[in-house]
């Protein structure tokens, strides 16, 4: 099969949507041609009216970079935006069997492979677990003896906003070597032994600190993907904490 540039814009097929949120929608896009990329790259979507006008935003894949079941096959998570030009005609006018525009995938400071096998921390605020979830389906499927330890720290909302929920704890249940805690900053449930991996508190210094026992030793690389500020404060606390600069790699959404 042949591969395309870069650098090239493709037509892409929306081949599934799923509500997987109040405010997310996961977007199953089917490419004309295979397009191999790494966990953790994203894509630039375009948009053209009738009258030419365009409009583009970069979105990271949230599929894992294996070929199988179908190599020209991703998924995109889009959170819908207040007046964000492209989640909103994602939200409210793209249907199966649409067309878009998109182009990559680009970036690879914020990206991981599975063949690394010291541990490795995550923190994700919200739809920033995109491109996180396709590191951590990467390495799920990777064709490796062991497994890299790894330690998700997730920040959302409430327990409704929590993206990927059913697939993150099936992992954390079975993979003694993944480990999950979830951060829920505006909820007022009651967690219980139904509920696993929940707290009702915001990520803060402390909790990274205790979480980190969860690895044998500090990680050698940490990905923190989110909003600005997110990104900032999470970024901070791992510095204080003593985790090198140079091993800390951020991406940061925004409308």
């Known amino acids: ?22 405010r997310v929608k996961l977007f199953t896009l089917e490419l004309p041609a295979e397009t191999p990329f790494r966990a953790g790259q994203h894509f630039d979507v375009r948009l053209t009216a009738s009258d030419g006008y365009q409009a583009q935003r970069s979105y990271s894949v949230s599929s894992s970079p294996e070929p199988a079941p179908n190599p020209t096959s991703i998924e995109f998570a889009v959170e819908l935006i207040a007046d964000g030009e492209v989640s909103s005609y994602f939200h409210e006018a793209v249907e199966v069997g649409d067309q878009i525009e998109i182009r990559g995938p680009i970036g690879g400071h914020f990206t991981w492979s599975p063949i690394a096998a010291k541990p490795v921390m995550m923190i994700a605020g ?12 990467h390495r799920s499927n990777a064709d490796v003896i062991k497994k890299t330890p790894m330690l998700l720290m997730f920040s959302a909302r409430t327990e409704a906003d929590m993206l990927f929920a059913a697939e993150l704890e099936s992992i954390a249940v079975n993979d003694p070597d993944f480990h999950l805690i979830v951060a829920l900053t505006r909820s007022e449930e009651v967690a219980s032994g ?11 210094g402390p909790m990274i600190e205790s979480a980190l026992s969860n690895l044998a030793t500090h990680p050698s690389r940490s990905y923190i993907c989110g909003g600005s500020s997110f990104v900032e404060a999470m970024a901070n606390h791992l510095l204080d904490l003593g985790i ?7 991406e940061r959404f925004g409308p």
């Open 244 to 250: 090198p600069n140079n091993s800390i790699r951020t």
């Open 126 to 137: 919200g739809s920033g677990i995109a491109p996180i979830m396709s590191m951590i389906r």
């Open 194 to 204: 139904n509920r696993p991996f929940r707290h009702l508190r915001r990520i803060d």
């Open 1 to 22: 099969m042949s591969q395309v540039s870069t650098i090239d814009w493709q037509i892409a097929t929306v081949r599934s949507i799923h509500v997987e949120s109040p």
